[in-house]
């Protein structure tokens, strides 16, 4: 049975920091391409940062620079470190796992930024 947790979301202040972290069993984690993406009430689900099963790393402009995406191929686990968060970065953040035809969700971690 695959199975992505999702943990580390929770409420922090403009400027704060937090580290998602998505873990993965179930499946070769290290041949499958990882994305993290948001999804804001009322909006529709956006990526944001991706790392392929060789390491290369693309994030959406908005998290440019403050955003940067890991993967532990040993713990089967995949990071999203978010760094001078903005009240804007307000969503529910789920992990994917994709080898061509074979696609996984987590549950999704709420992040809220507010003061």
């Known amino acids: 049975q695959v199975q992505l947790v999702e943990s580390g979301g929770g409420l922090v202040q403009p400027g704060g920091s937090l580290r998602l972290s998505c873990a993965a069993a179930?499946?070769?984690?290290?041949?499958?391409?990882m994305r993290w993406y948001r999804q804001a009430p009322g909006k529709q689900r956006d990526l944001v940062a991706t790392?392929?099963?060789?390491?290369?790393?693309t994030y959406a402009d908005s998290v440019k620079g403050r955003f940067t995406v890991s993967r532990d191929n040993a713990k089967n686990t995949v990071y999203l470190q978010m760094n001078s968060l903005k009240p804007e970065d307000t969503a529910v953040y789920y992990c994917?796992?994709?080898?061509?035809?074979?696609?996984?969700w987590g549950q999704g971690t709420q992040v809220t930024v507010s003061s």
């Open positions: 994917n796992a994709k080898y061509f035809g074979s696609d996984f």
């Open positions: 179930g499946i070769a984690f290290s041949i499958y391409g």
């Open positions: 790392i392929t099963s060789g390491g290369t790393t």
